[in-house]
């Protein structure tokens, strides 16, 4: 541990997670401080001519009035070197492996360890010369992290000058210098790979790009009815037991990022448990490579310290927005918000401070939104191109998406996925309801998808919402009356989105061939069911009763196409066509 | 520690507040002695202001005044002591023995607050408990090491269906493994307690049995501790002596009530419903303590049982323990008053972890593909119900009088058995199967084609 070079008071007073010092008024706001004899890790978040309020990261059970309170003189940091990646922290980035293998399987309050490995070596090649010009965020060495990632050393934001001396490529630890500047005042700086940067911070970019290119999740209602942007922000808003997190593990698991940063901030032990087995099975589609060599996990599972759980999210996404300055997009999994914004509650409710709405303090909304503007897709300093990604669930209380947390975050976002409690119940996944949710980004992604994904996509999206939305009317009906008395056109369009319900929109996260589908096969799905659509329309025209169409089983071999056509083989699509075709001319040839 | 504190300063209900200690600390415990021969109080500290603390007493203050109260502060926060002996005894609250079988000779004491389990050293919870109830085994699938709650209502069977489910479990299954059964009372009434007592004694399970009792008409600020003590039991048995520990805590909704009690006492900031800010964590910290620890062959299982109040499952206790375990079992009224029993809500329960627990490797199979589509088929039933209180049950199309028939035979032969009936997951999906045969064939959609024929027999 580093000498502590900050000042240091006594403490006063403490109730829960918040301890009051007294005794000294030069702590500075949003200081990191070590709390009393043990050593816990707290932060200022209030000043007064009389005390100092400090928020503990920490259980603070067994703290006295009267043990010391130390400064560091620097705000609450995370360490910003390789190492980051394939790992699993806390709230204020401590390795838990490591805590695990000194304390035990529980948790000890006042462990002192270091973020990153500090002894392990790194095969090092260093990317600059002696007399380069290098600006912030330059690269000046290379190390493989993972199988997956190569970590970039960077000059960090505000340093730049002209390289004096390198050392050899070769084998560092984190701390060892390897290049030695000479800024524009004439001092000379030692540069490790090392750097530290306040989590309440955002990282300084060059510019912002427009959000034009998707976030690929593989997950068919998403990429086609409601994609993301790369650099773009979502809201997954949904009662318990709607499928939050799976949805969250599948973008995790198979949207094509370079690197997710997952945070389960305040949810179950368990579900981290599961991540982390997961992960280090699964493969990467894009790479081949374990899943965990591009993900970090930060846990603050809902027993651990609420202080802890209110930094998590800006850990996070400043682990994101590090990793997007060497020219990565990146994706971040907020599970949940919710937790976050309760986090703020219990804290505030600490402080006595004024309650805004159902006990949640005024400052909610603008917390919030400065989280989601951390997204986007930017120039980085260093003139590379990367993206931060935002998806966070939100858990309503009772499933009610009127309270504060749901409403505020949905001004903030441009992409909102609304999981549906009776669609969960059904046991339809992902239970994501087509007609609440929403995306702004389809306008901005249309020319993407005209390039890359074929020129009719967004037209065959349209029809699909289309559909969908009049079957939606229609049922209105149907629940009065019956669906027998509908008119036969009426009739095709129940049946057509009933395909569409259970062959396109319900995917399933547990087969080996529907978990991940490429937009080839989408669109090709997309295409199949609405040329079913037409030539079942001709045959209506044609006075042809519903009845009579439905006894074909073309309607339930469309149904299971997601199962039955490999990922691999979307030519076996057209067999579809010509059975529509076949079906067709059958029903002509017989029925004229 | 050996001061003594004469006098108080303050009596606010069942907290008090006592000025000029010394070295206090947050969290400890302190002993409270009225008059001579007079039994000890216990409290707790829950807030410091230099030399003023503010301690909450796990019992009556009645007789106690500003002048006549001793206080010693401990120097420890609450512990309790600990050994294999304590199955087969019965506590109060507070884990001091109440069956006058004396005290424990205590191998160990720990800190009932417990520490947070680290994610790394979980062991992900894949084992199934076959309880023996088609509605769990089979859609609802408990695994070892889950936190599994009961929502119920007041005048449900939900004491009947634990104490179902605590039978059968313990009885099948791995019987050369060590069980033990920790139950933790907070707020119930005496009969359902005895209820309970009784039970284990019928099934011979009395002997690995740890009984927390916080009744009704106990203090209320001890039903706070209650849950933490018992659980603080149920780690020591599982990840020190590797046993299997099924735990049952009852009432939750008690608990929660306690909380807002003395929170509005502190004069905290209510959130929803006059609930402080933080009851969410506190039933997490309470929840989170189930679970398989890597390097120990035991495990917590819980399955705490809350009566939603009102019937209501938007209600705040019911809604943030949803959001913590790992699923819900909901009991319904309308079942009942059709004297289905169990009377579960199998649309609403859930178990987040059943999906790692079946299958060919755990149970059978099609026990995937049945579910689903026995889930997916009784959603539809509501419908079908819907449709058919509006136009009429003639009026319906051919398929949806079956799923009325489905619906019917469903809620009468799979969710419903009887209270010592015993069913083994082949059974249990035989069942199922018999049900959905009762649909045509091109209704079940939810199933692989390949399971579909193997099983579908014309």
């Known amino acids: 541990m580093k000498a502590i070079m900050g000042i240091t008071g006594t403490i006063y007073g403490v109730n829960g997670p918040i301890i009051l010092v007294r005794g000294n008024l030069g702590y500075k706001m949003n200081e990191m401080v070590y709390v009393g004899e043990k050593h816990l890790v707290g932060e200022v978040i209030g000043l007064t001519r009389e005390e100092t309020t400090i928020q503990v990261y920490e259980e603070t059970s067994g703290l006295k009035p009267g043990e010391p309170v130390l400064g560091t003189g620097s705000p609450i940091s995370v ?175 198979w949207c094509d990022a370079d690197i997710i940063i997952y945070i389960g901030c305040g949810e179950r032990g368990n579900e981290m448990t599961n991540v982390l087995e997961e992960f280090g099975e699964l493969e990467d589609p894009k790479t081949g490579n374990l899943l965990m060599d591009r993900t970090t996990l930060i ?9 802890a759980r209110e930094a998590s999210i800006y850990t996070g996404i400043t682990l994101a927005e590090y990793y997007r300055d060497m020219g990565y997009h990146v994706a971040i999994m907020a599970d949940s918000t919710s937790r976050w914004a309760e986090a703020l509650r219990e804290l505030s409710g600490r402080l006595e401070e004024m309650p805004a709405e159902e006990g949640f303090p005024a400052y909610l909304a603008s917390r919030l939104s400065a989280f989601y503007e951390r997204a986007g897709y930017v120039e980085n300093l260093n003139g590379t191109e ?42 339809h996944y992902p239970a994501i309801n087509w007609l609440t949710s929403y995306s702004e980004y389809i306008g901005d992604l249309a020319g993407w998808y005209n390039d890359n994904a074929g020129s009719n996509f967004v037209y065959c999206r349209n029809q699909l919402l289309h559909i969908l939305t009049t079957e939606n009317r229609l049922n209105e009906i149907v629940k009065l009356i019956g669906s027998d008395v509908l008119p036969d056109d009426q009739k095709l369009v129940l049946e ?52 009579l169409l439905r006894e074909s089983d073309v309607f339930e071999k469309i149904i299971a196409m997601k199962y039955d056509v490999p990922n691999r083989e979307p030519e076996r699509f057209s067999s579809y066509d010509d059975m529509i075709e076949e079906f067709y001319q059958h029903l002509l040839a017989t029925n004229a | ?75 420890r ?91 059968q479990a313990s009885l099948g299954g791995d019987s050369d493994e060590e069980f033990g059964i920790v139950f933790a009372a907070m707020g ?136 913590i375990t790992e699923g819900q079992i909901v ?31 755990y149970t059978r199979e099609d026990h995937q593909d049945v579910a689903n589509q026995l889930f997916s088929s009784y959603a539809r039933v509501g419908e079908a119900r819907d449709l058919a209180s509006v136009i009429g049950e003639d009026e319906l199309s051919p398929v949806d009088k079956k799923y009325l028939a489905f619906g019917m035979a469903f809620e009468q032969e799979f969710v419903g058995q009887g209270r010592n009936e015993n069913r083994t997951i082949e059974e249990t999906l035989d069942i199922g199967w018999r049900l959905l045969h009762i649909l045509p064939r091109e209704e079940l959609d939810r199933i692989d084609t390949k399971i579909l024929e193997k099983y579908w027999r014309e």
């Open chain 1, 496 to 547: 057509i989105a009933r395909v569409i319900r259970l062959g396109f929109l319900q995917q399933n996260a547990f087969h080996a061939e529907d978990t991940y589908v490429p937009m080839e096969k989408q669109l090709r799905m997309m295409e199949v069911i609405l040329h079913l659509y037409e030539r079942c329309k001709e045959l209506i025209g044609r006075d042809m009763p519903m009845a």
């Open chain 1, 299 to 307: 846990a603050n599972t809902s027993n651990m310290p609420v202080a």
């Open chain 1, 79 to 253: 360490t910003l070197a390789p190492g980051i990646l394939c790992n699993i922290f806390d709230g204020i980035e401590r390795p838990l492996e490591v805590i695990a293998e000194i304390g035990g399987a529980f948790i000890p309050t006042g462990a002192r360890v270091d973020a990153l490995d500090k002894e392990r070596l790194w095969e090092t090649h260093i990317t600059v010369a002696p007399g380069d010009p290098v600006g912030e965020g330059s690269v000046i060495a290379e190390v493989q992290e993972t199988r997956s990632i190569l970590h970039r050393v960077m000059l960090p934001p505000g340093v730049s000058g002209e390289v004096v001396s390198v050392h050899p490529d070769g084998a560092y630890t984190i701390a060892q210098e390897l290049v030695r500047i000479r800024t524009a005042d004439g001092g000379e700086q030692a540069l490790t790979m090392t750097q530290k940067w306040p989590i309440r911070v955002p990282r300084p970019v060059g510019r912002r790009y427009p959000a034009d290119r998707p976030l690929v999740t593989g997950q068919r209602i998403l990429d086609t009815l409601f994609p993301i942007a790369k650099g773009g922000t979502a809201a997954l808003p949904g009662g318990f037991g709607t499928g939050k997190t799976m949805t969250q593990h599948q973008l995790a698991k």
């Open chain 2, 331 to 361: 009991l319904e009224r309308s079942l009942h008053q059709k004297n289905i029993y169990p009377p579960i809500n199998v649309l609403p329960s859930l178990s987040r972890l059943m999906k790692d627990g079946i299958g060919a490797k």
């Open chain 1, 386 to 427: 990367g993206s931060v990604t935002i998806i966070g669930a939100v858990s309503p209380q009772g499933g009610d998406f009127s309270e504060p947390v749901t409403q505020n975050t949905k001004r903030f976002v441009r992409c909102f996925l609304a999981l549906d409690k009776s669609l969960a119940y059904a046991r």
């Open chain 2, 77 to 167: 926060p609450m512990e309790i002591g600990l050994s294999e002996e304590i199955l087969g005894r019965t506590f109060n609250g507070l884990g001091m023995p109440i069956d006058g079988l004396g005290p424990i000779r205590a191998e160990e004491y720990r800190n009932v607050n417990g520490q947070p389990m680290n994610p790394c050293s979980r062991e992900y919870p894949r084992n199934y408990i076959r309880t023996g109830i088609s509605a769990i085994d089979a859609l609802t699938t408990l695994i070892r090491g889950q936190k599994l709650p009961i929502f119920s209502g007041n005048g449900l069977p939900h004491d009947t269906l634990a104490a179902q489910i605590v039978e």
């Open chain 2, 1 to 75: 520690m050996a001061i003594e504190y004469l006098g108080l300063s303050e009596i606010n209900g069942p907290l008090i507040a006592i000025e000029g200690v010394k070295g206090a600390f947050y969290d400890e415990i302190v002993e409270f002695s009225v008059a001579e021969g007079a039994g000890k109080k216990l409290g707790r500290i829950v807030e410091i202001d230099e030399d003023r603390a503010v301690i909450q007493v796990f019992e009556s203050t009645a007789d106690m005044s500003l002048l006549n109260t001793h206080t010693k502060l401990t120097g």
């Open chain 2, 188 to 323: 119930v009434k005496y009969d359902v307690a005895e209820y309970f007592k009784r039970t284990f004694e019928e099934c011979g399970a009395s002997a690995h049995v740890a009984m927390f009792l916080n009744l009704s008409n106990d203090p209320v600020v001890e039903r706070l501790i209650t849950p933490k003590v018992a659980l603080t039991a149920a780690e020591y048995l599982a990840f020190e002596k590797n046993m299997h520990i099924l735990v049952i805590l009852t009432d939750m909704t008690s608990f929660a009530e306690a909380m807002r009690e003395v929170s509005s006492l502190k004069g905290e900031i209510p959130s929803r419903k006059g609930y402080p800010g933080y009851l969410y964590s506190e039933l997490a910290s309470l929840y989170e303590r189930a679970g398989i620890v890597k390097g120990s062959s035991g495990s917590v299982t819980q399955i705490p049982i809350l009566t939603m109040p009102n019937d209501d499952i938007t209600h705040p206790i019911p809604d943030l323990t949803g959001y």
